[in-house]
């Protein structure tokens, strides 16, 4: 399973989640990207996230 994190910094939980996502690592391929101090002017950034997710069974946002 394709799983994509993105972190935005609004979940209070999220260091949970994103221990759970690190015990699927293993069998699953987990792509994590950290938006939290991304320019929104950074296409390619933004670019990269899209394509994942558009390519993602799962979508985890932090």
């Known amino acids: ?6 972190d935005t910094g609004l979940f209070p ?3 949970r989640v994103d221990t759970a996502l ?3 690592e293993p069998t699953h391929e987990v ?3 950290d938006a939290r101090a991304l320019d ?3 296409d390619p950034a933004w670019e ?3 394509t994942a997710v558009l390519g993602a ?3 985890v946002t932090l």
């Not at 399973?1 to 993105?6: G, P, S």
């Open 1 to 6: 399973m394709k799983i994509v994190e993105i």
């Open 13 to 15: 939980d999220a260091p």
């Open 22 to 24: 690190t015990t699927l």
């Open 31 to 33: 792509a994590r990207f």
């Open 40 to 42: 929104p002017n950074d």
């Open 48 to 50: 990269e996230i899209a």
């Open 57 to 59: 069974d799962l979508i």
